[in-house]
């Protein structure tokens, strides 16, 4: 009996979509890269090297054939425009995996999909910056972090983005990473999923509070994502200039009340645990809404600033310097 390659698309050939069609393929499944426009080439760069991936493209949603699985790794305000994909992509049998910030992910594609469809919400902790079209710079972090089930430990030992990249199969993550199934083997979207991405570069991690884990990778953007793309410096400007910091600290108290306001299991400790993130990375390490507003695209700020504001004042949760960042953003969108 012969049995099928898994059949992957990956919707979004930028920066996190190339990293995660790398280690699909290299997890040995039939990738497919859906694009809106083709690259010539397909590049993934990291320090010690610098890789071609040869899988195929398309750029006509018509020509696009259902798929076990659907790795959306377009910008939060492309998922209406991506989801011209689905019709193809998307089956009876076909989970779709929102490689996306911020902390409404099923909310935001649910609804654009056929009704009953499997959607895995995925926290990407891949810092990677498209130095071009189809030319991705990977600068660090290596994690996938998805919904386990309940018994999984907590998401206390999170590690932000030192997790590297490697060919050899990866390591568990983390202290409550979850062992990874065998392929095609647990009931669980997120096992599944585990299981899927086995043996290649990217680790993925099964937490059972996954909306505490949301929150927390929420506030490793809700700084740094608006402060290098309002001041057009990189993480350099948080970890060197003390007023930049000290506006940090207060985006992040304001973000964890709202976060616990909505029921995330996070305290106090969680402001230095984030600036730590933040200290993690290089001072040239840049961050998405960064990267948006340096090539001139409209910046996901609606996602990461607006969701705290909107889910702080849901709650009555002050939070007057997110508000303020947010006018700014919208002001830098302004057209
Ligand atoms: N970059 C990072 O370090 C991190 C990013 N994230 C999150 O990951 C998500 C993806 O970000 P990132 O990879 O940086 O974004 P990029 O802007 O690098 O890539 C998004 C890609 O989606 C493509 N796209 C948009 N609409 C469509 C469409 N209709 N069909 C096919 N492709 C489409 C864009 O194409 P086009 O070139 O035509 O615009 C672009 O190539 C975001 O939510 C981001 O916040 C999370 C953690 C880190
Ligand atoms: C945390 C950070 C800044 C890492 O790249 C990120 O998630 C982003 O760029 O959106």
């Given at each position: 009996m012969s049995t099928r390659q898994t059949r992957v698309a990956v919707i979004g050939a930028g920066a996190v979509g190339l990293v995660v069609a790398e280690a699909a393929h290299d997890a040995g499944h039939d990738v497919v890269l859906c694009a809106r426009t083709r690259p010539e080439r397909l590049v993934i760069e990291r320090t010690d090297r610098v890789r071609e991936l040869d899988v195929p493209v398309l750029v006509d949603p018509g020509e696009a054939q259902p798929a076990d699985w659907v790795l959306l790794a377009t910008k939060a305000q492309d998922v209406a425009g991506a989801a011209a994909w689905f019709d193809g992509l998307v089956g009876p049998d076909t989970t779709v995996v929102v490689l996306q910030n911020g902390v409404d992910h099923a909310e935001r594609v649910g609804p654009l999909l056929p009704s009953g469809t499997t959607v895995l919400p995925a926290l990407v902790y891949v810092a990677a910056e498209l130095?071009?079209?189809?030319?991705?710079?990977?600068?660090?972090g290596a994690r996938l972090t998805v919904q386990g089930c309940p018994?999984?430990?907590?998401?206390?030992?999170?590690?932000?983005?030192?997790t590297a990249f490697t060919t050899a199969p990866a390591a568990p993550a983390a202290a409550n990473r979850t062992a990874a199934p065998a392929a095609g083997t647990g009931s669980l979207p997120g096992e599944r999923f585990a299981a899927l991405m086995a043996g290649s570069g990217l680790a993925v991690e099964l937490v059972a509070d996954f909306r505490t884990a949301a929150w927390r990778k929420l506030l490793t953007n809700a700084a740094a994502n608006p402060i290098t793309a309002l001041t057009m410096q990189r993480m350099v400007v948080i970890q060197q200039n003390e007023s930049v910091r000290e506006l940090t600290r207060g985006l992040l108290r304001e973000a964890v009340r709202a976060g616990i306001a909505e029921?995330?299991?996070?305290?106090?400790d969680d402001v230095t645990r984030t600036l730590q993130v933040y200290d993690e990375?290089?001072?040239?390490d840049g961050t998405s809404m960064h990267y948006d507003r340096a090539a001139g695209r409209a910046t996901e700020h609606e996602l990461i600033t607006g969701a705290i504001v909107r889910l702080g004042d849901r709650h009555g949760v002050d939070v007057p310097l997110n508000r303020a960042v947010l006018a700014l953003m919208r002001g830098l969108n302004h057209k």
């Open positions: 130095l071009d079209r189809g030319h991705v710079l990977h600068r660090r018994d999984t430990a907590g998401a206390e030992s999170l590690t932000g983005f030192t029921g995330a299991a996070l305290t106090a990375f290089a001072p040239d």
